[in-house]
């Protein structure tokens, strides 16, 4: 049995989570291999705005980078933003046989309506706001992207405000800790990553290159 084979085995599992969760929840299944359109599966996409073929999200990438998936089966309970929305989030890490991930089966739960009724009890009751959801395991808040370009943007604009120094500014050593800092989020997993962070930091391609040769 392949991967994708094995992560279609999935699906019936993921639809019985949506028929018990319900309109407000959406269930993915994302395949890691194929980063810049993983969804082979989506349920309630509307949610996010996210349908199959949308790319990996961030904290997917970070997931990968830092093995988190090696001394764990899954991540339950943090906070995700898409859509103009918070979710309530868990990812399953779907291993094949090696123990190697190739997939995660994700469930994400609108809590907007949830906020509403809990903001309306906090004011009857007194008692103050707070956090929906705390996960010390996920440092990395993730976000919903329906296209590889919308993600790539993020991802390049928060390396640059690490180093809070404009491009046009930047030594070089700053740009090699630019693109170490993308390198160590996965961002260069995804297709045509060189190309814009060689635009954005205002450099050729083989110079992006050269500045990955260092930690490859």
Do not use: W
């Amino acid at each position: 049995m392949n991967n994708r084979e094995l992560l279609k085995k999935y699906i019936p599992v993921a639809k019985f989570i949506s028929e018990i969760l319900g309109d407000n929840c959406e269930v993915v299944i994302q395949d890691i291999t194929t980063p810049n359109n993983s969804i082979i599966f989506i349920k309630n996409g509307h949610l996010t705005g996210r349908n199959i073929g949308s790319p990996l999200t961030n904290l997917v990438f970070n997931i990968i980078q830092n093995k988190i998936y090696t001394n764990k089966n899954y991540a339950a309970n943090y906070k995700a933003v898409g859509n103009f929305k918070t979710f309530k989030s868990s990812s399953y890490f779907i291993k094949n046989d090696d123990n190697k991930i190739i997939g995660l089966l994700c469930v994400n739960i609108d809590v907007e309506p949830y906020n509403k009724v809990k903001d309306l009890m906090d004011k009857l009751s007194f008692v103050s706001n707070t956090d929906v959801s705390k996960n010390e395991n996920i440092k990395t808040q993730e976000q919903f992207y329906d296209n590889v370009d919308d993600l790539l943007c993020t991802m390049i604009n928060e390396a640059i405000s690490e180093i809070n120094i404009l491009p046009e500014r930047m030594s070089a050593n700053e740009k090699i800790c630019v693109v170490k800092y993308l390198y160590d989020k996965g961002a260069f997993n995804l297709k045509g990553a060189v190309v814009k962070v060689a635009k954005a930091l205002l450099v050729s391609e083989p110079t992006i290159y050269r500045y990955l040769n260092k930690y490859m």
